[in-house]
């Protein structure tokens, strides 16, 4: 899954020739723009038990929000997530970790515990995860 | 017969001496101050001056003022740079190695001021103090009956002007909204762009230029947060704005100028927070 936002800013604004205004001093601004990346890839996962670790190389130059979905399946119990040392839980269809930081490409592990679990369902769960990233 | 004779000679004499000096002229010279040109100056610099015609007889006459350029030029020199004038009014007063006559009708026993109109024209010139002797005539009829001279002076100081171009307007509707805009576009290794300082002045100049964010680019919306460090190249000369980066340069000390380019560049991208940056450069230009 990769899911990437390139935010092209409209910082440049119409060229047009600068009026030079006879003094002894005069100030320009100087203007670069950053343009926003955030990308995600799954690169392994694996459910061992009652745990599924998933395998991601991410980077994000901004504020953002790494979401994880995936489709409910009650009877493997309330999920804990734990991403970067923060830990959820999986309510509904999604969760959501808010990162301040900005990431640049690296590997880590997103680990899903689940209280009860037996293979089918558990695999059944592990197929229906994404993940996304949504900068802020 | 011989006495009466004598008598009459005499008188005749007598009439004919005081005649003679019922009408007697010298020159007074009035003021001529100091004027300043302004070397970017648009309009012509006024240079008036006034010369007084005292008549210290007992009756009114007519006298005729010349005006003599020293070597026949209306020039004023610094030793180096000459510098010209022209002489406007009053009528009569033109062109030509010899301005005048002007003519004024002097009463008895009294002074008539001369006022004489001349202007430098607008137009660039070297620094320095000015000076240049101007003979002054007077005759009565076509004879010589007083002459004198004065010194013209004109001060023109160091003076500088510049300019920005190949920035951009921030805005096309709203001019005047703010500095024009140096674009290194998109950020990447390597990112640069170059204005031109524009210079006009008629002596040596120091360049100063300075940064608002001390030589680092800062996001907008969050100034806190990791800058970006750029390196400036002026005329041959590199470095950070950490300072203020100063040059000494002379440029043509003519109308026309000089131009030196002014490029910022970034030298190496580390992972920087996505966004917008920025800086405010001010260049400065004196005379040094």
């Known amino acids: 899954m990769r899911f990437g936002h390139l935010t092209a800013c409209a910082l440049l604004l119409q060229p047009l020739a600068f009026a030079p205004a006879l003094a002894n001093s005069g100030s320009f601004t100087v203007g670069v723009h950053v343009p926003l990346q955030c990308d995600v890839d799954i690169t392994g996962a694996s459910a061992i038990e009652q745990r599924i670790v998933i395998n991601v190389r991410r980077s994000c130059n901004s504020h953002h929000a790494m979401i994880l979905s995936a489709v409910p399946e009650p009877e493997l119990g309330t999920i804990a997530i734990t991403d970067s040392g923060a830990v959820q839980t999986l309510a509904g269809y999604e969760t959501a970790f808010f990162h301040q930081a900005i990431f640049a490409p690296e590997n880590s592990q997103i680990v899903l515990d689940c209280p009860k679990a037996d293979p089918a369902t558990l695999e059944r769960f592990a197929r229906s995860i994404s993940l996304r990233m949504e900068a802020s | ?288």
Not at chain 2, 95 to 116: D, F, H, K, R, S
Not at chain 2, 239 to 268: N, Q
């Open chain 2, 1 to 288: 017969m011989k006495l009466a004779w004598l008598a009459a000679t005499v008188a005749s004499l007598c009439i004919s001496t005081s005649a003679a000096a019922e009408c007697r002229l010298s020159i007074v010279r009035g003021d001529s101050p100091t004027v300043t040109h302004e070397p970017f100056g648009v309009t012509p610099t006024q240079m008036s001056f006034s010369v007084g015609v005292r008549n210290a007889g007992d009756e009114s006459c007519l006298a005729s003022l010349y005006l003599l350029p020293r070597e026949g030029q209306p020039l004023l020199s610094d030793g180096r740079h000459s510098l010209a004038y022209i002489v406007r009014s009053p009528a009569g007063l033109g062109g030509g190695g010899e301005l005048g006559p002007a003519t004024v009708t002097v009463p008895a026993g009294e002074l008539q001021t001369v006022l004489i109109d001349a202007e430098i024209p607008a137009g660039f010139a070297a620094p320095g103090d000015y000076v240049g002797e101007i003979g002054l005539r007077l005759n009565r009829d076509r004879d010589l009956v007083a002459q004198s001279t004065m010194t013209l002076r004109a001060s023109v100081p160091p003076r500088v002007q510049m300019s920005i171009s190949g920035a951009r307007s921030r805005d096309r509707a709203a001019v005047g909204a703010g500095p024009a805009l140096m674009d290194l576009g998109t950020l990447h290794d390597g990112s640069a762009a170059t204005v031109f300082v524009n210079v006009w002045t008629n002596s040596s100049v120091r360049v100063s230029i300075q940064s608002e964010n001390l030589g680092v680019l800062r996001l907008v919306s969050n100034p806190g947060l990791s800058p970006i460090p750029y390196v400036v190249h002026f005329a041959g000369e590199s470095g950070s704005l950490s300072g203020p980066m100063r040059a000494v340069r002379s440029p043509a000390e003519t109308s026309d100028g000089d131009s030196y380019p002014l490029s910022v560049v970034v030298p190496i991208v580390r992972a920087p927070f996505a966004g917008t940056y920025r800086d405010v450069l001010t260049v400065s230009v004196d005379n040094y």
